[in-house]
């Protein structure tokens, strides 16, 4: 796991994952068409 040292990077890592978050549920609200096993490609 990696520790940033400044607090500035630590915010930057805490507002980028906030908004990260709630991109799954998100992106099926927005693909109902969408095959759900899809999600599953990587």
């Known amino acids: 796991m990696?520790?940033?040292?400044?607090?500035?990077i630590a915010l930057l890592?805490?507002?980028?994952?906030m908004l990260c978050w709630g991109s799954w549920a998100n992106t099926?609200?927005?693909t109902a068409g969408?095959?759900?096993q899809l999600f599953y490609w990587d």
């Open 34 to 36: 969408y095959a759900f």
């Open 2 to 8: 990696y520790q940033p040292e400044a607090y500035g």
């Open 13 to 17: 890592f805490m507002i980028i994952s």
């Open 28 to 30: 099926m609200k927005l």
